[in-house]
């Protein structure tokens, strides 16, 4: 199925060209793109044709953060009845898994995501749609925006910034965005801070205009459901950099048992072994190409003991050592 998403954000984009400098009518048809598209955020846009846009907007401004400036302009407004609903939750832990339940209407190849570990939370994004543009770009987008979710929600700001990206010439950018420097080089884009934090109250939350909400977003988009394959690696990519990847741990997260999660995997031609190397070599492509992480570090955040494993998986995968690839 062929990963697209709302429009939503990028309405920034062309305003974001014009203070670089930048026609941004050139720009956009330059990547092959219609700028009437980025004019309403309920447009669709597919994941290649928005990574081939910020690609172009990075080249045509050589700005090595263009995709952060196009993302920190925007908060809940740019998720339409989504953010709308956020705000009425009764907790940040609602509002985020708001965004991430409803984040399959409407975005196929990326998935936002909550996970807890030792008392730690970490709301991520990532982009599973293979052979994207500009991942590191649109990823920083969207943690920008999450950033300003939470300062917007809870009034709160992360303790800690995750970025799957190589450290730029230039970190000032971040810093005055976000405080502080975040983690370049890191295994996933994540915002990170103490789960106590996700029993915070959101202010203005609101149970009756919720419910009326709940409604609306059910029946405004008419999409097809995702089939449980595209639902398995959904879940796969945002997981399998924490030691929880199992067939036991996504099925009860589903609700299903693992035999009847297999079956029905099987039904549609595949298995969840298989899932789950698709999702370790998207990942480690993705860090190869857009991280300095040592192969070793990133052998160990694809829950391997020995690197040999991985560069043996590795090579079944693409045909070549994890070296030779990331030299490519």
């Known amino acids: 199925m062929e990963g697209r998403q709302r429009v ?5 984009l062309p305003q974001v060209l014009r203070e670089l400098g930048k026609d941004p009518a050139g720009v956009i048809a330059g990547a092959g793109i219609n700028l009437d598209l980025l004019r309403n955020p309920e447009n669709s846009i597919s994941f290649i044709e928005l990574g081939r846009l910020i690609e172009a907007g990075v080249a045509a401004t050589g ?5 952060f400036l196009v993302g920190q302009r925007s908060g809940t407004a740019s998720l339409g009845l989504v953010g709308r609903l956020m705000h009425t939750a009764p907790t940040l832990k609602d509002a985020i898994l708001d965004l991430c339940t409803n984040q399959r209407r409407y975005v196929r190849g990326a998935v936002t995501y909550l996970v807890i570990q030792d008392d730690v939370a970490f709301w991520g994004y990532a982009v599973h ?13 969207a943690i920008a925006i999450g950033f300003n979710m939470m300062r ?12 799957s990206r190589r450290t730029p010439s230039n970190v000032e950018p971040y810093r ?8 370049f080089d890191a295994e996933q884009h994540a915002l990170v801070f103490p789960a106590s934090l996700l029993d915070r109250p959101v202010r203005g939350a609101n149970g009756e205009l919720r419910r009326i909400l709940e409604k609306s977003i059910a029946a405004y988009w008419a999409v097809e459901q995702p089939c449980v394959t595209d639902t398995v690696t959904r879940m796969l990519r945002a997981r399998v950099i924490f030691p929880d990847v199992s067939l036991e741990e996504v099925a009860s997260e589903l609700s299903v048992r693992p035999r ?4 029905r995997l099987q039904a549609e031609g595949k298995s969840f072994r298989e899932l789950v190397n698709q999702s ?14 040592d192969i070793t570090d990133i052998a160990l955040a694809l ?19 994890p070296s030779e690839w990331r030299s490519n």
């Open 8 to 12: 939503g954000a990028l309405v920034e």
């Open 63 to 67: 700005c090595q953060h263009f995709g």
């Open 129 to 141: 749609y293979p052979g994207v543009q500009a991942v590191d770009q649109i990823s920083d987008g």
């Open 152 to 163: 917007e929600l809870v009034g709160a700001a992360p303790e800690e910034v995750r970025t």
């Open 176 to 183: 005055r965005f976000f405080g502080f420097v975040p983690r």
């Open 260 to 263: 009847t999660l297999n079956r």
């Open 280 to 293: 370790r070599f998207e990942v480690a492509r993705q860090l190869l190409a857009g991280t300095r992480m």
């Open 303 to 321: 829950g391997y003991a020995e690197l040999s494993g991985f560069s043996h998986a590795f090579q079944r995968w693409s045909g070549v050592a």
